[in-house]
């Protein structure tokens, strides 16, 4: 029998205190807020990680990215739940809306962008059994919308150096459909 994992208070919602099954409404979650915009990450392992899959709710404000561009080993996908953003994808730029589906095989170059007039939510869907290899290429498009690097590399902390560390907040009123 699995055992269900106990849900404690954490800075910014709540959290799984171990792994096993949980019922986590998105709205109570812990939240984190930073320069890439707001996140729950729904986890459950001590290293905070799922064993399989990965599963994140971004939300972005118009002109914030969700990350650098990049590829990575990991099987992604990605369903726009609300407002707009553009899709950053092989060099590429397209539009995107309220319940497009984005697939993104392994090492497929991508990054989200909000646009629209207002929050852009986006729920993340990635593999976890690959061995966490990744690059940042330097793409001219990715920084013009201030969502890359600006020398290819294959180190996050390189990549990401000089970014603030993200803080933990609780749900914000209008980041997610309904809620």
Same mark, same amino acid.
């Given at each position: 029998m ?11 919602g709540l ?16 939240w984190?807020?930073?320069h ?31 990350? &650098?561009?990049?590829?990575?080993? $990991?099987?992604?996908?990605?369903l726009?739940?609300? *407002?707009? %953003?553009? +899709? @950053?994808?092989? #060099? ?10 984005? &697939?993104?095989?392994?090492?497929? $170059? ?7 007039? *207002?929050? %852009?939510? +986006? @729920?993340?869907? #990635? ?5 966490d ?47």
């Amino acid at each position: 029998m699995v055992p269900e994992a106990q849900l404690k208070p954490a800075e910014g919602g709540l959290e799984p205190a171990g792994e096993g099954w949980f019922v986590l409404n998105a709205r109570d979650a812990k939240w984190l807020d930073g320069h890439f915009g707001a996140y729950t990450r729904f986890e459950a392992r001590p290293d905070g990680r799922f064993r399989q899959l990965g599963f994140n709710i971004g939300v972005l404000g118009p002109g914030q990215a969700s990350c &650098h561009y990049h590829g990575e080993d $990991e099987q992604e996908d990605f369903l726009i739940l609300q *407002g707009e %953003c553009l +899709l @950053l994808i092989e #060099g590429e730029e397209r539009p995107l809306k309220q319940w497009d589906f984005v &697939h993104c095989p392994p090492m497929t $170059e991508h990054v989200f962008v909000g646009a629209g007039d *207002g929050p %852009c939510a +986006l @729920l993340a869907v #990635g593999s976890r059994v690959g061995k966490d290899e990744v690059v940042y290429p330097r793409s001219e498009l990715a920084l013009k919308h201030k969502a890359g690097a600006e020398q290819e590399t294959r180190d996050p902390d390189e990549s990401y150096a000089g970014i603030p560390e993200d803080k933990p907040v609780g749900y914000q009123s209008g980041w997610l459909p309904g809620a």
